[in-house]
C-alpha cells in the first residue's frame, strides 16, 4: 500500500501543471451517502423468525450433484418452501423446469414488463476439515445461522421469498410481472438456467430487470474506503480451460536430457506468471467503480482516482501493486491449476500436462486469450488444447433508470454503505438470462465481513441473522417502490 502510494504520488509530481486543475476536480467530486437512517425497520421479531426460516433451509443437504437422475433432498427442500413461504406458492404460476423452480406471480398491469429475482438452491459439498457443527444442523448461535448453504444462497432465496411473503400477506399487488428463479444445479453449471432463459425467451417474456447473487454488502475490501461496499456487478469475467501438453521421449530418470518435458512447461508457466501477456484496461465497470469510491477516499487516491481522465493509463498499470485481485479486475488471468507427469519419480514422462484456467478480461474474448497463450506455447514446443470456453459476459449500462432505482434503494436500506458497480472476477447463473434482459444485477444486499465471505465453498459457513433480516426488507422496499418508479 505504502509502496503503490508514493509511485502515485512520483507520478502525480510529474503532472504539476494539471495540478490545480485536478485538485480543484478532486475537492468537488461527492459522496453519495445519505447519512439518513434507513426508511424501513426491522425488529428482533422479524429476525428470529428469518433465521428459522433459513435455519431450516439449511437443514436439507441440497448438495449439487452431476448426472442426477432423481433428486430427493430438492424435493424436500421445494415441500418446505412451499410450507415457509404458503401465500407465495399459492399466488404463483408453477413453471418448473427439470426441477429448477420458476414462479410467475402475475402483475396487475403486465404493459410495464417484469422483474426476475433469482437465488440457486442447490450448495458444494462441505467434507471439508475444520466445521464445529455438523454442516447441515442449520444451528442459530452467536446471532448467526451457520451451516452450509447459509450464505450461498439460501440467504438470498430465503430474502427474496420472506420479502415477497410478507408482501403478499400485507395484501400487496404487483403492477409487474414478478418472476422467481432458483436453479437446482448452478454450483455445477447444470444447464438450468439456461433451460429457464430460453423458455422465457420461447414464451416471448422480456425481463426488465434481474438481481442475482454476486457482489455484497462488504467492508475493507477497498483500502483505505471507511465505509462498506455495497457491490453491484454488472459483469463477469470470461472462463476458459486449456489443456497443454509437452512431448518427450521418456527414458530413465539417471540420464535426463535437457528440455524435458517437465522443464518446458515450466518455462512456459513462469513465463506466463510474469503477467506480460495479457493487455491492462480500466474497462466498464471500472470507471464507474472508481468514480463511486473516490469521494471516500484520502489524497493521493481521490486526487488519482478523481481524475482517471488523467490518470487512467498510471491507474490501470499501477492497480496490480495494490492486490492480485486489483490485477484481475484490470487484466485476463491465467492459473495453472493440475499437473502430470510420469508415474514414477525414476521414470522421465514422455508427455507432460498442465490445466490453465483462464479468466478473460471484459475487454478481451476468449479466442484472443486462447490465441495469445497457444502462441506462447509453440515457442516451448508445446501443445493447447480448448477444453471449455466461454466469453465475458455483457456489461449491464449505468446510465439507466434500472441501476439509479437500484442505488437509490441501498442508499435507502444501507444508509452507510456506498453503493459501488463492481466488476466480477467469478461467474453466476444470471448471464444465461442475458437473452431476455439487458440489466442484470448481482448483488445481495445483506452484510458479509471478509471472514464470513472466505468461508463460502469452505468450513463453517455462517450469516448474521439481522443480515438477512436487512436484506428482506431491502428486498420489499426495493419491490414495493419499483411500482412507482417509472
Ligand atoms: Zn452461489
Redesign the pocket.
Known sequence: MKKSSGILLTALGAALPLGTACAVRAAAIKKTLSGEPPAIRWTPADEAACAERLSKMVQIPTVSKKQEEDYPEFRRFQALLKELFPKTFAAAEDHEVDGNILLRIPGTDPQRGALLLMG?QDVVPADQEGWTDDPFSGIIRDGKVWGRGAM??KSTLCCVFSAVEALLEEGFTFKEDLWIFSARN??NSGGGSDAAADWLKEQGVRLNVVID?GGAVIGGVIPGLPAPCAAVGLVEKGFVNLKFTAKGSGGHASTPPKNSPIARLSKFVTEVEKRKLFSKELAAPLPQMFAAVAPYLSYPLRFVLGNLWLFGGLTKNALGLFSDMATAFVSTTAAFTMASGSSAPNVLPDSAEMICNIRPAVHQTAAECIAILEKTAKKYDIETEVLFSRDPSKTTPTDTDEFRYLTQCISACLPDTVPTPYLMTGG?DSRRFEVVCDNIFRFTPTRLTPEQLAAMHAANENIDIAAVAEGVEFFKYYLKGYNKKV
Open positions: 440457486h450461498d444462497c448452478e454450483e447473487e453466476t
